[in-house]
């Protein structure tokens, strides 16, 4: 059974993440696609500079990553502190920003 998002993450005993996200049905995400015979390396900017400006929104620092041709890893601190200082006001401007 599936539990609640809130019930399986505890942010101040945890607060470091390894995520991954995968491309499906042979999609290339960054690299050279030989099936295809095209380059996407252009897009790992794109998601390098996405990636930080989520992070920046939702108070999450990133301590590493990996960008590879059809998936990715990221490595996440919870940042805690900063989370706490933020204004009613500051967390709708930041979730304005999405």
Same mark, same amino acid.
């Given at each position: 059974m599936?539990?609640?998002?809130? *019930?399986?993450? $505890?942010?101040?005993?945890?607060?470091?993440?390894?995520?991954? !996200?995968? $491309?499906?049905?042979?999609?290339? #995400? $960054?690299?050279y696609?030989?099936y295809?015979?095209?380059?996407?390396?252009?897009?790992?900017? =794109? /998601? #390098? %500079?996405?990636?930080? *400006? #989520?992070?920046? &929104?939702?108070? &999450? %620092? &990133? $301590?590493?990553?990996?960008? +590879? !041709?059809?998936?990715?890893? #990221? /490595?996440?601190? &919870? @940042? +805690?502190? *900063? @989370?706490?200082?933020?204004? %009613?006001?500051? /967390? /709708? !401007?930041? =979730? *304005?920003q999405?």
């Amino acid at each position: 059974m599936t539990l609640p998002r809130k *019930q399986l993450i $505890c942010a101040e005993s945890t607060p470091y993440y390894h995520v991954t !996200s995968r $491309c499906v049905r042979r999609a290339f #995400l $960054c690299g050279y696609d030989n099936y295809a015979k095209r380059s996407y390396e252009h897009r790992k900017p =794109w /998601v #390098l %500079d996405k990636t930080k *400006q #989520l992070a920046s &929104i939702f108070t &999450i %620092d &990133i $301590c590493a990553y990996a960008i +590879m !041709s059809n998936h990715y890893h #990221l /490595v996440l601190h &919870i @940042n +805690m502190a *900063q @989370n706490s200082r933020l204004s %009613d006001e500051a /967390v /709708v !401007s930041r =979730w *304005q920003q999405l």
